[in-house]
Every structure is written in C-alpha cells, then in structure tokens.
C-alpha cells in the first residue's frame, strides 16, 4: 500500500484533489471529500484570513458526517463563539 503526506495547500489543491476527483470515493467518505474540497478552495482564496471566510469553514467541517462526535461538539463551539463576535 501506498503512503504519501502532504500539508501544503498547493499539494492538495494540484494533487490530492484531482486524484481523488479522477477516482471517487466508493463509500459516505465521498460527501466528506467534497466538503474538504469546498475548504480547500476557500483557503486558496485566503478566505480563512477573515472571520466569515472562517466561519463558513468550520460550519463547513463541523458538518462534515464521517467526523468524530467529540471534535464536531468542538468545532461547534468555536462556531458560536465567532457568531457571538
């Protein structure tokens, strides 16, 4: 079996992406790959540099199905700490 790793943004978007856009998901991890994806671009864009560019990320990943339920409760938090702002 394979491995790569990767953490640079440019990497996901020029690599991992297509990849995975080439050769879906054959299970529910494929709703969760679109909303990765749905991220990913809005970091390229530098979205994640503004509070609601930040906001509808963690919305984004909070909603994520395939996520733990102790890191969703969580991201949920932080959510509504930054509407409150």
Not at 20 to 49: G, M, T
Not at 57 to 79: E, H
Request: charged content about 25%.
């Amino acid at each position: 079996m394979d491995h790569y790793e990767t953490r640079s943004i440019d990497d996901i978007a020029n690599y991992i992406i297509p990849h995975f856009e080439k050769y879906p998901l054959l299970s529910a991890k494929q709703r969760d790959f679109e909303i990765f994806k749905d991220v990913c671009w809005l970091i390229l864009k530098k979205k994640h540099l503004q509070a609601s560019g930040l906001r509808k990320i963690l919305t984004k990943t909070a909603a994520m199905p395939n996520i733990a339920s102790q890191r969703k409760l969580y991201l949920g938090n932080i959510v509504a700490s930054l509407l409150r702002e």
